[in-house]
């Protein structure tokens, strides 16, 4: 049956002012303009005159392994299954708190059965989100900086088996720091910023990272009791839903929220200019449409309609599962809209907005990636002289073999970066993203690959490279488009 969201119907014209591809050209260059002038960024430019819509072109020569780009995301979430391997900072997603934390964190979910960082063989609905089979496994245990863990997962004791587990004492004394580790003060982490509504979810490096995400996202996705959601219950089991279905949901709802709060703020600093004026409570779509533009100007489709085929799907099923995906939507949006609905910018709860927030993310989305401090800790006390090594590793050893080979768990997620995104593929790439050892947060490096001239267009593969000529093709129809690069041209038969 048919899905039908009464928000679509009733603002079907401004619904489609806001999606109408593409904003006017001078808006959307200005925006880019804009965005790399607040950056300092003068070596690169976006420009939309290429063959595949915007692209990015270097405005200076670039030598091989110099540093192009770094990005910082627009909205970036790391992965509910990765939250109990790394403690990280919702804003920055730099890692935080202690390597003690960090391990005694992690060696604690492993003993309560949470599993740590995939599921339990469960599927996923799309290429850039993992999904969890959910089930209750809180035991009302109050952990330092342990999120809300109820709609984790647990596994059986399968998994467990092999573990040789540590005593809960040493694992708490871990975590609230009673316990050092040899050397760990060379691997200095922030300390842990708690959310300031109250929620034990998000933790932030700084009291500035902790502001930036209460004022751009958090203060209506908070579910803490300074919470500005209409609904703190409904939240709850929004978030509960998009950890059992598709964590893309909760990216969805950041871009939701930071049109919303966005708006509010553009609206307050027109009511302060003019005072004297009778501003409506209705919305005002210039205002919205302005909240609206670094959504606006990114590249995007209606989710059900671009999301990749799974192998495991017959091209027969194909409607049935376009419709489920729908479907997924919109009971998610439903829930969303329950929590954080905003009179004003009822129409971003229509399926359609949703729909298109979600296919942005599919065709544009980096994987969030940051590396473990805790690895570090473990190859520096490897690399000491035997006989320190020998002292430390009394201390290391019981707690590597507690963790077993993961012992050092990347943080994972998914982010928008709006600058990257603006990059199209080649399968013989001038560029690649890429984490050098100084890369310890969130932002997305981009590296020139070859030496690099002033004017030529910035490329990035979007897939491994060196795979066949099918398998690149068949891998980049997940994007909508065939690639005619020089690599594929010359290995077209
Ligand atoms: C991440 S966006 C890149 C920026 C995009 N050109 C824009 O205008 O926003 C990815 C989309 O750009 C287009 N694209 C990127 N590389 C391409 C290529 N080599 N050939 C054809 N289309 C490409 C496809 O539509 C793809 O889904």
């Not at 099923?317 to 929590?339: G, H, P, V, Y």
Request: glycine fraction near 6%; charged fraction near 25%; proline fraction near 4%.
């Amino acid at each position: 049956m048919e899905i039908s969201c009464p928000i679509d119907e009733q603002y079907a014209s401004e619904i489609s002012a806001l999606l109408k591809p593409p904003p006017p050209p001078h808006l959307v260059q200005e925006y880019y303009d804009q965005l790399l002038e607040s950056r300092q960024c003068h070596s690169i430019r976006v420009k939309q005159e290429g063959e595949f819509g915007k692209g990015v072109y270097a405005n200076a020569d670039f030598k091989e392994g110099e540093l192009l780009l770094r990005d910082e995301m627009l909205f970036g979430c790391q992965h509910s299954s990765n939250k109990i391997d790394c403690l990280v900072c919702s804003f920055c997603f730099c890692f935080i708190g202690s390597i003690e934390l960090q391990i005694g964190r992690r060696l604690y979910f492993q003993d309560v059965g949470v599993h740590p960082h995939h599921g339990c063989g469960a599927e996923t609905f799309s290429g850039i989100s993992n999904n969890h089979q959910g089930s209750d496994s809180s035991n009302g245990e109050d952990i330092p900086y342990g999120e809300s863990y109820d709609n984790m997962e647990t596994c059986g004791p399968s998994s467990k088996a092999e573990i040789i587990p540590l005593p809960k004492e040493i694992v708490q004394s871990l975590m609230n720091g009673e316990l050092k580790l040899p050397c760990s003060e060379k691997f200095y982490l922030p300390s842990v910023v708690p959310c300031s509504g109250g929620c034990k979810e998000a933790y932030y490096c700084s009291k500035q990272c902790a502001e930036a995400d209460w004022s751009s996202f958090h203060s209506l996705l908070c579910t803490g009791e300074r919470s500005e959601a209409s609904s703190r219950e409904v939240l709850v089991q929004f978030i509960k839903h998009a950890n059992e279905t598709n964590d893309i949901f909760l990216l969805a709802a950041k871009a939701i929220s930071f049109t919303i709060l966005r708006y509010r703020k553009l609206k307050a600093a027109r009511l302060s200019q003019r005072a004297s004026l009778n501003i409506s409570n209705s919305c005002d779509l210039s205002l919205l449409m302005e909240a609206w533009r670094p959504i606006s100007v990114g590249h995007k489709k209606r989710w059900w309609e671009c999301v990749a085929l799974p192998e495991d799907v017959a091209s027969s099923d194909e409607a049935a599962f376009r419709m489920q995906i729908k479907d997924l939507a919109f009971t998610s949006l439903q829930l969303l809209r329950a929590a954080i609905f905003d009179r004003e910018c009822a129409l971003l709860f229509s399926l359609e907005i949703y729909g298109h927030i979600i296919g942005m993310f599919e065709l544009n989305n980096l994987d969030l990636v940051v590396a473990s401090p805790v690895e570090d800790y473990f190859l520096y006390i490897d690399d000491r002289p035997s006989s320190e090594k020998e002292e430390a590793e009394k201390v290391t050893r019981p707690i590597l073999d507690a963790l077993r080979d993961e012992y050092a768990v990347i943080c994972e997620g998914s982010a928008f970066f709006p600058l990257q995104s603006c990059m199209n593929h080649s399968c013989r790439p001038n560029a690649k993203a890429f984490k050098r050892d100084e890369d310890r947060d969130g932002r997305a490096t981009i590296i020139a690959q070859i030496p690099i001239r002033c004017g030529d267009e910035v490329t990035i593969s979007y897939i491994d490279e060196d795979l066949t000529f099918e398998e690149r093709q068949a891998a980049l129809a997940d994007y909508g488009f065939i690639c005619r690069c020089s690599k594929c041209q010359e290995e077209e038969t």
